[in-house]
């Protein structure tokens, strides 16, 4: 399974609905709001078993494959 893939698992259960994202998705466009961001951000760490820290500026799904990508790397 693909970043991306799993990626979309994990927005579309959050958003309670299938949604369809590619990388250039942005979040503004999904709704998700802050609250949103903080359990998306938990349930990656929790399925990558890695950490993305707390200040992520990010405003595509592209953005954060990388920053996930990163991570998984580094571990």
């Not at 990388?23 to 903080?38: A, H, Q, R």
């Not at 938990?42 to 990558?48: G, L, R, S, T, V």
Request: proline letters at 1%; charged letters at 35%; one cysteine or more.
């Amino acid at each position: 399974m693909t970043t991306l893939e799993k990626l979309k698992e994990i927005l579309s259960e959050c958003k309670g609905e299938d949604l369809d994202v590619t990388p250039e998705t942005t979040f503004e466009e999904l709704e998700f709001d802050s609250l949103d961001k903080v359990d998306i951000v938990m349930q990656i760490e929790e399925a990558y078993d890695i950490s993305l820290g707390e200040n992520m500026q990010l405003s595509t799904v592209g953005e954060l494959i990388e920053k996930i990508d990163e991570a998984v790397a580094n571990k």
